[in-house]
Antibody, heavy 124, light 107 residues
Framework: EVQLVESGGGLVQPGGSLRLSCAAS????????MDWVRQAPGKGLEWVGR??????????EYAASLKGRFTISRDDSNNSVFLQMNSVKTEDTAVYYC???????????????WGQGTMVTVSS | AIQMTQSPSSLSASVGDRVTITCRAS??????IGWYQQRPGKAPKLLIY???SLQGGVPSRFSGSGSDTDFTLTISSLQPEDSATYFC?????????FGGGTKVEIK
C-alpha cells in the first residue's frame, strides 16, 4: 500500500526538542522530494519545509519563521524522512504532516500523498 | 514571501449549486498553484495542480482556472461529500504559502 506514516509526536516542554519521523512505503521513496506541513488546532495549513533527493544533494528549504530551529533530514535506505524540532515554542503546537512531492511529466509539482499526521503539544 | 489571500473564508450552499473559491497571490506566480480538500480530522487531499490539472481519481465537477495572481476553484454541482475545507497552495518559489482556507458547508 502506498502510504506515509508519521510518528514521534507528543508533549514537550517549551525550549525542548522533539524528532518526528515519517515512514514511506509502496513507492520509490528516493525518487521524491518530501515536505513537512503543520496545522495548529483549528487553524489553517502552514508549510514547514522540504528536502530534495540525492541528485539534488539532499538540499533543504524552510519557512523563514522556522529556519534555524527545525531541520529536515532523510534516510533513503529506510524510506524515512525526519523533522528535528529544537527550542520549541508553544506556537509550535500543531499536527505535523509529511507529504510526498510529486511531479508530472511536464515537471509540475504538487503534494499528492499525505500521512495521517502526528500531534505535537508544546506546554509546561 | 508571497501572500495568498483566499476568499470567502466560509460559505454555505445547497446540493447542486455551483461554488467558486478564489485565491489571490501578492505577486505573479505563473500557474504554480494547487488546491487541496481537507475533511475534519483528516489529512489534506490534492484536487487540482498547476492551476487546472485534475488529479487522478478526483471527480470532474472540480475544476481550476486562473493565471498570474488570480485563481479559482470551482465545484460545478456541489455534493454532500464536498463538505470540507479547501486550501490553495502556491509553489512558485520558497517558502511555499497556503491560502487561509474556505470552509464549505451544505445547507
Amino acid at each position: 500500500e502506498v502510504q506515509l506514516v508519521e510518528s514521534g509526536g507528543g508533549l514537550v516542554q517549551p525550549g525542548g526538542s522533539l524528532r518526528l519521523s515519517c515512514a514511506a512505503s509502496g513507492f520509490t521513496f528516493s525518487d521524491h522530494f518530501m515536505d513537512w506541513v503543520r496545522q495548529a488546532p483549528g487553524k489553517g495549513l502552514e508549510w514547514v519545509g522540504r528536502i530534495r533527493k540525492k541528485p539534488n544533494n539532499y538540499t533543504t528549504e524552510y519557512a523563514a519563521s522556522l529556519k534555524g530551529r527545525f531541520t529536515i533530514s532523510r534516510d533513503d535506505s529506510n524510506n524515512s524522512v525526519f523533522l528535528q524540532m529544537n527550542s520549541v515554542k508553544t506556537e509550535d503546537t500543531a499536527v505535523y504532516y509529511c507529504a510526498r512531492v510529486w511531479s508530472d511529466s511536464s515537471g509540475r509539482d504538487a503534494l499528492n500523498l499525505w500521512g495521517q499526521g502526528t500531534m505535537v503539544t508544546v506546554s509546561s | 514571501a508571497i501572500q495568498m489571500t483566499q476568499s470567502p473564508s466560509s460559505l454555505s450552499a445547497s446540493v447542486g449549486d455551483r461554488v467558486t473559491i478564489t485565491c489571490r497571490a501578492s505577486q505573479g506566480i505563473r500557474n504554480d498553484i494547487g488546491w487541496y480538500q481537507q475533511r475534519p480530522g483528516k489529512a489534506p487531499k490534492l484536487l487540482i495542480y498547476a492551476t487546472s490539472s485534475l488529479q487522478g481519481g478526483v471527480p470532474s465537477r472540480f475544476s481550476g482556472s486562473g493565471s498570474d495572481t488570480d485563481f479559482t476553484l470551482t465545484i460545478s454541482s456541489l455534493q454532500p461529500e464536498d463538505s470540507a475545507t479547501y486550501f490553495c497552495l502556491e509553489d512558485y518559489g520558497y517558502p511555499l504559502t497556503f491560502g487561509g482556507g474556505t470552509k464549505v458547508e451544505i445547507k
